[in-house]
């Protein structure tokens, strides 16, 4: 089959592979000038440091199976991520762990005290937290919340927590020990040459063209037997029926010799300060040595016609516009949508490897 393919993020290199190894000829149309996606890594020219252009990306997963894919195209360097917050003129360790804990509170607790005093402060009320600020309500409770997640949530995704579903805090762990690993999935790496390597590798197959630049379109359809689509699903209908929200992300560059901040993640919670996070991306690459350093400062707005979306925004009272996109997309009976932006939801790598790997299997169920 002649394939056309809309994007050469991960989702749809991973489909573009298999596919090419059972013998289809795939073409994909890659609007920007690079493979990859957000998750794009560029060396830069001046310090060598490898940068993460769209934002932090750290590979973590539960999914064994998703780790031996990643790992058959790129060798994935041990990293774990430790992250930093700066908060009322202090600077903690995340996720909330022991070490925050007491930090915060000026205490020496165990474990079990930790755990007891916490069980305190919760709002045991909240029996079915549903929004964003009633899961860390119930769950670390009003001063935690507060210090932690309610300026940060609010700069982040530009409404109030108490709007934001309860999902996006149930990515975070909180610890009653000293684990400062930000994630809990078993696998945690990053790749060694950076990811947009790993992705052209995944792409390298005499079966798959790839072009750069290129936008592509509905008319061009027709010339494919089946198409798979990771743009935008609103940008798909020409946003007919309105736009669905998106934050996008500003990225401040700033260089210095040495070292700047310490670390490769700096959160900055209080509302006050405009930014979300700093960003030194020498330290995703411990195992590399560089004299200068490259430091991102990381803004999020509201995702305007011309920006790059980068999240796309679920809140908990639903949105009846999206519903119809969907239905539309799932009628398709020649296009199927993949990915962050195709399927609207906020995805990890992994789970965006996952999924592709799913749809494919269904996929080719429906075309044997
Ligand atoms: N979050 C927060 N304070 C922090 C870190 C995270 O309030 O210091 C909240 C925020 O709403 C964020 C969500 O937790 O969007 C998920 O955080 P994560 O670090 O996974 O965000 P990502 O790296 O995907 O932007």
Request: with cysteine; net charge negative; proline share 5%.
């Given at each position: 089959?002649?394939?056309?393919?809309?994007?050469?993020?991960?989702?749809?290199?991973?489909?573009?592979?298999?596919?090419?190894?059972?013998?289809?000829?795939?073409?994909?149309?890659?609007?920007?000038?690079?493979?990859?996606?957000?998750?794009?890594?560029?060396?830069?020219?001046?310090?060598?440091?490898?940068?993460?252009?769209?934002?932090?990306?750290?590979?973590?997963?539960d999914d064994d199976e998703v780790w031996a894919y990643v790992n058959?195209?790129?060798?994935?360097?041990?990293?774990?991520?430790?992250?930093?917050?700066?908060?009322?003129?202090?600077?903690?360790?995340?996720?909330?762990?022991?070490?925050?804990?007491?930090?915060?509170?000026?205490?020496?607790?165990?474990?079990?005290?930790?755990?007891?005093?916490?069980?305190?402060?919760?709002?045991?009320?909240?029996?079915?937290?549903?929004?964003?600020?009633?899961?860390?309500?119930?769950?670390?409770?009003?001063?935690?919340?507060?210090?932690?997640?309610?300026?940060?949530?609010?700069?982040?995704?530009g409404v109030s927590p108490t709007e934001l579903p309860a999902s996006?805090?149930?990515?975070?762990?909180?610890?009653?020990?000293?684990?400062?690993?930000?994630?809990?999935?078993?696998?945690?790496?990053?790749?060694?040459?950076?990811?947009?390597?790993?992705?052209?590798?995944?792409?390298?197959?005499?079966?798959?063209?790839?072009?750069?630049?290129?936008?592509?379109?509905?008319?061009?359809?027709?010339?494919?037997?089946?198409?798979?689509?990771?743009?935008?699903?609103?940008?798909?209908?020409?946003?007919?029926?309105?736009?669905?929200?998106?934050?996008?992300?500003?990225?401040?560059?700033?260089?210095?010799?040495?070292?700047?901040?310490?670390?490769?993640?700096?959160?900055?919670?209080?509302?006050?300060?405009?930014?979300?996070?700093?960003?030194?991306?020498?330290?995703?690459?411990?195992?590399?040595?560089?004299?200068?350093?490259?430091?991102?400062?990381?803004?999020?707005?509201?995702?305007?016609?011309?920006?790059?979306?980068?999240?796309?925004?679920?809140?908990?009272?639903?949105?009846?516009?999206?519903?119809?996109?969907?239905?539309?997309?799932?009628?398709?009976?020649?296009?199927?949508?993949?990915?962050?932006?195709?399927?609207?939801?906020?995805?990890?790598?992994?789970?965006?490897?996952?999924?592709?790997?799913?749809?494919?299997?269904?996929?080719?169920?429906?075309?044997?």
């Amino acid at each position: 089959m002649h394939i056309g393919m809309a994007g050469a993020g991960l989702s749809c290199a991973v489909i573009a592979r298999e596919l090419a190894e059972a013998g289809h000829q795939i073409e994909i149309f890659e609007r920007r000038a690079h493979v990859a996606g957000n998750c794009h890594t560029e060396r830069d020219e001046k310090s060598g440091v490898m940068v993460h252009i769209y934002g932090p990306h750290i590979f973590h997963t539960d999914d064994d199976e998703v780790w031996a894919y990643v790992n058959r195209f790129m060798e994935f360097k041990p990293y774990v991520n430790r992250v930093k917050a700066t908060t009322k003129g202090q600077v903690f360790s995340l996720p909330i762990n022991l070490h925050t804990i007491n930090q915060f509170f000026g205490k020496t607790f165990s474990p079990s005290e930790a755990k007891a005093f916490i069980e305190q402060q919760a709002d045991l009320s909240i029996t079915d937290p549903q929004s964003f600020e009633e899961q860390a309500l119930r769950f670390v409770g009003k001063d935690l919340y507060e210090a932690f997640f309610k300026g940060y949530t609010q700069k982040q995704w530009g409404v109030s927590p108490t709007e934001l579903p309860a999902s996006i805090l149930k990515r975070l762990p909180v610890r009653f020990n000293y684990n400062d690993n930000y994630f809990f999935h078993k696998h945690q790496g990053m790749p060694a040459e950076g990811y947009t390597r790993m992705v052209e590798r995944i792409l390298d197959h005499p079966n798959i063209q790839v072009t750069l630049g290129a936008d592509f379109s509905r008319d061009m359809i027709d010339r494919f037997d089946h198409v798979f689509y990771s743009g935008p699903v609103d940008g798909f209908y020409g946003y007919d029926l309105g736009r669905l929200p998106y934050r996008t992300l500003d990225f401040v560059r700033s260089e210095a010799e040495g070292e700047v901040q310490g670390t490769a993640v700096m959160n900055y919670c209080d509302a006050s300060v405009p930014f979300t996070r700093i960003t030194e991306h020498k330290h995703f690459a411990p195992w590399e040595e560089h004299d200068r350093s490259v430091c991102y400062t990381e803004y999020s707005r509201a995702c305007s016609e011309e920006d790059i979306p980068y999240y796309p925004v679920h809140l908990t009272k639903g949105d009846a516009m999206l519903d119809q996109y969907q239905a539309r997309a799932k009628a398709e009976p020649k296009i199927t949508f993949v990915g962050r932006l195709g399927t609207y939801r906020y995805m990890d790598m992994d789970v965006t490897i996952r999924s592709a790997m799913d749809v494919l299997s269904l996929w080719k169920l429906n075309h044997a």
